[in-house]
């Protein structure tokens, strides 16, 4: 009973934490999921059939708030299913003492990505409401597809930043329309899972705990991405994300360091993550100050 409170609790951070910056559900669930031991392949399994219901959810709730286009929703949630069935089928027939270090390699480097992008580039603005095509959303979305089944979650990591850096949408919309198309990419990743695994190693009642907590947070995740700063919340989430699959490659015995070196090596990162966050509140708050001066200047002066 302890381990399903601490899922639901899980699911309703991670669908916080997606539903207002668009990733890091998938990879947030699957790292709790390796940590309580859960092959890989299962892991992936678990979390995208609870996606299933909370994808849904959170599209609606995007919806309502008008923070979805439709048109993107389509030309990257389609390549990204197919993308998501092909990764599922990947990650199933490899062995776990194969697939851990994977899934910790993938989901590492797309933390790093992550991390760098938020903090060093931020968030364009300057080509707002220039339409995105497809030779862009297609290989967007079949490598978030990809990656998300194969690494347990990338779908946001990889879409989310890629149509933030075109800037060509509003970040609320990217958030909204990445969310919305989740839910077909969950199907297709489920589907792959099902006819390369079966049912095998799938805990229903653990899918059930993540929906749970997903579906009711969703809705106020959703509202939250009209105010949240995704700069800031960018280094946050990726450093966190470095910080867990960092551990895991290092306590590997195969790498044979000493405990030293590993924590030396935990303790930089720490370090680079607090400063790469410092940084990114910084140029926030200088971001928010030069496009609320302009606002200012236009203001009426009265007597």
């Known amino acids: 009973m302890q381990t399903l409170l601490l899922l639901a609790l899980a699911g309703l951070g991670a ?3 997606d539903g207002s910056l668009g990733m890091a559900h998938g990879v947030i669930s699957t790292v709790l999921l390796l940590a309580l031991g859960t092959s890989p392949a299962a892991a992936s399994a678990v979390v995208h059939f609870a996606q299933i219901g909370t994808g ?6 995007h ?10 929703v389509a030309r990257i949630g389609v390549p990204g299913a197919v993308g998501a069935f092909v990764g599922a089928t990947v990650l199933s ?4 003492a194969l697939a851990a270090p994977v899934t910790a390699v993938i989901l590492l480097v797309l933390g790093c990505f992550v991390t760098w992008h938020f903090t060093v580039r931020g968030v364009s603005r300057d080509r707002l409401g220039r339409p995105l095509g497809k030779r862009f959303l297609v290989p967007v979305g079949l490598v978030a597809g990809f990656l998300g089944a194969t690494g347990g979650g990338g779908w946001g990591l990889i879409g989310t930043p890629a149509l933030l850096a075109g800037g060509r949408l509003e970040p609320r919309k990217v958030v909204g329309s990445v969310d919305a198309s989740k839910a077909l990419v969950a199907v297709a990743a489920s589907l792959g899972f099902l006819f390369s695994l079966g049912s095998h190693g799938v805990d229903w009642s653990w899918v059930l705990a993540f929906l749970a907590g997903g579906v009711v ?3 106020v995740a959703a509202w939250l991405a009209r105010f949240v700063a995704p700069r800031v919340l960018g280094s946050t989430v990726g450093g966190l994300i470095v910080l867990l699959n960092a551990r895991t490659l ?3 015995g195969r790498l044979g360091l000493p405990g030293t070196a590993v924590a030396s090596v935990y303790a930089v990162l720490c ?3 607090a400063a790469a966050l410092a940084y990114s509140v910084r140029a926030h708050r200088k971001e928010r100050q030069a496009r609320t001066e302009p606002a200012a200047e236009r203001q009426p002066v009265t007597a």
């Open 217 to 219: 947070i969703a809705p």
């Open 15 to 17: 669908q916080l934490v």
């Open 93 to 96: 027939g490899m062995s776990t």
């Open 250 to 252: 290092l306590a590997d």
């Open 63 to 72: 919806a309502r708030f008008g923070n979805v286009d439709w048109k993107v």
């Open 56 to 61: 849904l959810v959170s599209g609606a709730s």
């Open 271 to 273: 370090a680079l993550w």
